[in-house]
């Protein structure tokens, strides 16, 4: 129990995890939106749009976040002087929440693009009957039915998110696993504690978006 | 259920694989033949090492480990009675080098691994065989930088998990800007392009870095270290060995072997050790009492 103390008094423990958080709020948002515009490029009419869907999907998909990550810091910001801030901080954090984006959008595009499997076709047809084109259809009728069809593999995506902010620690983010490797590098009297902080930490803030995502996908799914 | 059983088995079978992949490698069994006149007998000695820091333990897929510590390790072990070919070189990063001990997979360790009362409760330190400072590696044609209060308004690089930058930061230049990468070798690449304008750590791995054929003649090392690291060999808690090691050092020091070691590993780069540091308190040897 010192163990705890101990470490909670040497490290910022808190900060750490809420960068941690703050990384998957803004990784989450970001990701939604490129993900929402992916998946409707992917059930779009148009041959280009859903070939540009396709093959962002199946490269990101297929690339590991970490080389995501190192690619954006060594080689964008390192040779080509790309600096979004002044502020390194704020700079690295925000490489961290573009590189989460750009590979979370591919697995958010897939969970939406299931959703819309969920929605029967005579439903865009009727909104195709009824005068509306392809993007009101998908805004109206379609994607509000898909998304709550989708409910499930979004929370699984999230909870894979959070678990992944800790890369960020390889674009000089200083979250949970950076801290990790500073304090077994200083106390590693206390290794078992370390890795019980660490793991408890994002067990405390995984488990409730499991919860939350189970209980939202009962309470909003379409009774067909 | 048999087809359960058979999957779960596979399963288990794959994860032995990956496991074993990721375990430090242990190629080199050579020394059977080692001859019994050694002190030693046939046996081996496993000696842990870092194969990632060029200049002290680096090591190129199965070829000679190079480097201060390996050469340091080498004399010790000879004066121990090894030779060289009963020498099975282990890798040890950071995070591993306790455990490794403690476990009993490597009996000695000489990787930049500092003394500190931390992880003495785990581990046993003979030693130090070489006193460090934090210092800062800038580019050759950078003469405005002289030491860490010039790095106001600066960009500094340093490795995730070492403390070194945020020491800057806090107790010299609080202006500095920190970017924390996975490795020396990134930070050097932002360094090259200009990107940042120093990096800190140990003055002896700055030169080690600073001495690789393809950095060599671009970087200084700025030569004014403000902290104190001494370098131990980690052995096992309350192994007996510990005097004979302190010995080994000790007469590799007067017999000039220890110098000659240190000039080899970091030519090019103009890095001389700190002499006060290196002939003063902070050398004298751990007692191996306790």
């Keep these: 129990m010192n163990g705890f103390l101990e470490l909670f008094a040497d490290y910022d423990i808190f900060g750490a995890f809420w960068m941690n958080i703050r990384l998957t709020l803004l990784a989450a948002v970001g990701s ?11 059930i779009s009419p148009v041959g280009s749009l859903r070939g540009i869907g396709t093959a962002y999907v ?34 690295f954090f925000t490489y961290a929440v573009i590189a989460l984006s750009l590979y979370h959008a591919s697995f958010v595009c897939e969970a939406i693009r299931s959703g819309v499997n969920t929605v029967p076709l005579g439903q865009a047809e009727a909104a195709r009957a009824i ?23 979004l929370g ?59 209980w939202l996908s009962d309470k909003l799914a379409v009774a067909r | ?29 050579g020394g059977e033949s080692g001859g019994s006149e050694t002190a030693a007998g046939g046996e081996t000695v496993r000696i842990g090492i870092k194969f990632d820091q ?64 931390e992880r003495a409760q785990r581990v046993g330190f003979a030693g130090p065989y070489f006193v460090a400072g934090q210092d800062l590696l800038v580019r050759a044609d950078d003469s405005e930088i002289t030491g860490p209060e010039d790095l106001e308004g600066k960009n500094l690089c340093s490795v995730t998990g070492s403390t070194s930058a ?15 990468q996975g490795g020396y070798a990134e930070c050097v690449t932002y360094l090259e392009s200009g990107q ?51 010995d080994a050092i000790t007469k590799m020091k007067d017999e000039g072997a220890w110098e000659k070691a240190l000039t080899a590993n970091t030519e090019g780069t103009g890095y001389t050790p700190d002499d006060e540091l290196n002939s003063g308190p902070e050398a004298e040897m751990e007692s191996c009492e306790a």
Excluded at chain 1, 131 to 153: E, H, I, K, M, Y
Excluded at chain 2, 210 to 223: D, I, R
Aim: contains cysteine; glycine residues 8%; negative net charge.
């Design chain 1, 32 to 42: 939604f939106v490129l993900g929402t515009v992916l998946a409707i490029f992917r």
């Design chain 1, 58 to 91: 199946n490269t990101i998909r297929n690339t590991p976040l970490t080389i995501i990550m190192v690619l954006g810091v060594l080689a964008v910001w390192g040779q080509l002087k790309i600096e979004f801030f002044q502020d390194f901080d704020l700079n």
């Design chain 1, 131 to 153: 005068g509306l084109s392809f993007l009101p259809a998908a805004r109206l009728v379609v994607l509000p039915q898909a998304l709550r069809g989708a409910v499930t593999p």
């Design chain 1, 156 to 214: 699984n995506t999230l909870i894979a998110l959070t678990k992944n902010t800790t890369v960020a620690a390889a674009a000089s983010v200083a979250e949970a696993s950076g801290l990790m490797k500073s304090m077994i590098e200083f106390n590693p009297d206390l290794m078992i504690y370390i890795f019980l902080t660490i793991a408890i930490g994002f067990c405390i803030i995984v488990i409730p978006m499991g919860i939350l995502t189970t």
């Design chain 2, 1 to 29: 259920m048999r087809k359960k059983l058979l999957s779960t088995a596979a399963i288990a079978a794959s994860a032995a694989l990956v496991l074993s992949a990721c375990s430090p490698s242990s190629t080199e069994e």
């Design chain 2, 54 to 117: 060029p200049g002290l333990g680096f090591r190129e897929g199965n070829s000679d480990p190079t480097g201060f510590d390996v050469d340091v390790a080498k004399y010790v072990a000879g004066e121990l009675g090894y030779t060289e070919d009963q020498i099975e070189w282990v890798q040890t990063p950071s995070a591993n080098r306790e455990n490794a001990l403690e476990g009993g997979e490597v009996d000695m360790i000489f990787a930049t691994y500092s003394i500190t009362d």
């Design chain 2, 166 to 180: 945020q020491k800057i930061k806090d107790e010299f230049a609080s202006g500095v800007n920190l970017v924390e």
């Design chain 2, 196 to 246: 940042v304008d120093a990096v800190t750590t140990d003055d002896i791995i700055l030169a080690g870095l600073a001495a690789t054929p393809e950095n060599s003649g671009k970087f200084t090392v700025v030569g004014n270290p403000f902290t104190v690291e001494r370098y131990g060999v980690g052995i096992p808690k309350g192994d007996e060995q510990c005097q004979a090691i302190n």
